[in-house]
T-cell receptor
Framework: NAGVTQTPKFQVLKTGQSMTLQCAQDMNHNSMYWYRQDPGMGLRLIYYSASEGTTDKGEVPNGYNVSRLNKREFSLRLESAAPSQTSVYFCASSENSGGSYNEQFFGPGTRLTVL | AQRVTQPEKLLSVFKGAPVELKCNYS??????LFWYVQYSRQRLQLLLRHISRESIKGFTADLNKGETSFHLKKPFAQEEDSAMYYCALRNGQNFVFGPGTRLSVLP
């Protein structure tokens, strides 16, 4: 099993350009998440999807949109990139059946630079 | 509001010395707390969770509800423990992460 995969690994954009970050998991997890990681701020939740067909805003959703395409895939879109969106983006998934042992499994990250 | 704080951005200790990474939280309810670790060039991974009361790689963490703390401890640090450590709190369907502490174990 590959676990959680993300593409691309690196991306450089110009201000105003758009792009989609892709994430897929093969663990049949219900929940998927997008985080951004910035120095000194840890991981901040952008959006999450508790189950297929649902999405909810996290702590820092402005400037982003998401699509839960199916149970496996959860994409993050930047419609008009800004330098403030320069960050490392992590996708994660978890089995969220309401039980207590719901660890998150993370992808390798996408390093995005917006010039 | 749910919040996780880790007061130390960087913690340096010598090999063989005890280490304690601090984590405090604010949460109204019964918390579920986790420690995640990110080694250099590796993805973030679960280290341990309070509910299983386990010891992983010599690390332990005890939930202290009175002090709202979940500090991570290891009696004898090893160089391979050098990494970024994040404390996290499960908040319903999602997780709240602390800002992280970079542990550097010196030879």
């Amino acid at each position: 099993n590959a676990g959680v995969t993300q593409t691309p690994k690196f991306q450089v954009l110009k201000t105003g350009q758009s792009m989609t970050l892709q994430c897929a998991q093969d663990m049949n997890h219900n929940s998927m998440y997008w985080y951004r990681q910035d120095p000194g701020m840890g991981l901040r939740l952008i959006y999450y999807s508790a189950s297929e067909g649902t999405t909810d805003k996290g702590e820092v959703p402005n400037g982003y949109n998401v699509s839960r395409l199916n149970k496996r895939e959860f994409s993050l879109r930047l419609e008009s990139a800004a330098p403030s969106q320069t960050s490392v983006y992590f996708c994660a998934s978890s089995e969220n059946s309401g039980g207590s042992y719901n660890e998150q499994f993370f992808g390798p990250g996408t390093r995005l630079t917006v010039l | 509001a749910q919040r996780v704080t880790q007061p130390e951005k960087l913690l340096s200790v010598f090999k063989g010395a005890p280490v304690e990474l601090k984590c405090n939280y604010s949460y109204s309810g019964s918390p579920e707390l986790f420690w995640y670790v990110q080694y250099s060039r590796q993805r973030l991974q679960l280290l341990l969770r309070h509910i299983s009361r386990e010891s992983i790689k010599g690390f332990t963490a005890d939930l202290n509800k009175g002090e709202t703390s979940f500090h991570l401890k290891k009696p004898f640090a090893q160089e391979e423990d050098s990494a970024m450590y994040y404390c996290a709190l499960r908040n319903g369907q999602n997780f709240v992460f602390g800002p992280g502490t970079r542990l550097s174990v010196l030879p």
